[in-house]
């Protein structure tokens, strides 16, 4: 995926830190915490380890960073007030993979795909896939996550549409 200036995963992170803020202050959203991960999937699924679940490599810093190396764009945490947990690392994490393995949101996962799910996956509203690219907020409830994983991700594909090469093969077109 071509971006054409790496702070605007900065800018993106931001911008899902402003739209929490605001949504935790008119009731929208019940807390002002969470986190963010975005990985870049145009390069394709990486499967897992064998004998490794979505919720294992999400929990293991380590081995996250290591098996998806160069394929995460945002890992990011939200502590406005105070309340962020572990927890919501690991799940964003885990909504970010299980989006980039079934290429669709989690929610229509859970909905529609319910058959997908396998043993040690992280099945919550709040991961999102487009075209190549996914995103998984957690930390408020699965709507809001979904909302700002969505978010996040729109500045990030919108520069890459602008930018890519749209060839088949570049791996991303439209």
């Known amino acids: 995926m071509i971006i054409s200036d790496p702070n605007l995963l900065v800018v993106a992170g931001d911008i899902v830190g402003d739209a929490l803020r605001r949504l935790s202050r008119?009731?929208?959203?019940?807390?002002?915490?969470?986190?963010?991960?975005?990985?870049?999937?145009?390069?394709?699924?990486?499967?897992l380890p064998e004998g490794v679940t979505i919720e294992q490599i999400a929990k293991d810093d380590d081995l996250f960073n290591e098996h998806f190396d160069g394929l995460i764009l945002v890992d990011r945490k939200y502590n406005g007030d105070?309340?962020?947990?572990?927890?919501?690392?690991?799940?964003?994490?885990?909504?970010?993979?299980?989006s980039g393995r079934e290429q669709m949101e989690t929610s229509m996962i859970i909905d529609q795909y319910s058959?997908?799910?396998?043993?040690?996956?992280?099945?919550?509203s709040g991961?999102?896939?487009?075209?190549?690219?996914?995103?998984?907020?957690?930390?408020?409830?699965?709507?809001?996550?979904?909302?700002?994983?969505?978010?996040?991700?729109?500045?990030?594909?919108?520069?890459?549409?602008?930018?890519?090469?749209?060839?088949?093969?570049?791996?991303?077109?439209?």
């Open 115 to 124: 058959l997908t799910i396998q043993p040690g996956d992280v099945a919550y």
């Open 26 to 47: 008119t009731g929208f959203a019940n807390k002002n915490a969470g986190h963010l991960v975005i990985m870049d999937f145009t390069r394709g699924f990486r499967p």
């Open 82 to 98: 105070g309340l962020w947990k572990p927890d919501y690392q690991y799940i964003a994490r885990a909504k970010t993979i299980l």
């Open 127 to 174: 991961g999102v896939w487009l075209d190549g690219l996914a995103g998984g907020f957690s930390g408020v409830e699965g709507e809001n996550d979904e909302g700002l994983g969505w978010i996040a991700i729109a500045p990030i594909h919108a520069d890459a549409q602008i930018n890519a090469d749209r060839t088949p093969e570049s791996g991303f077109f439209s």
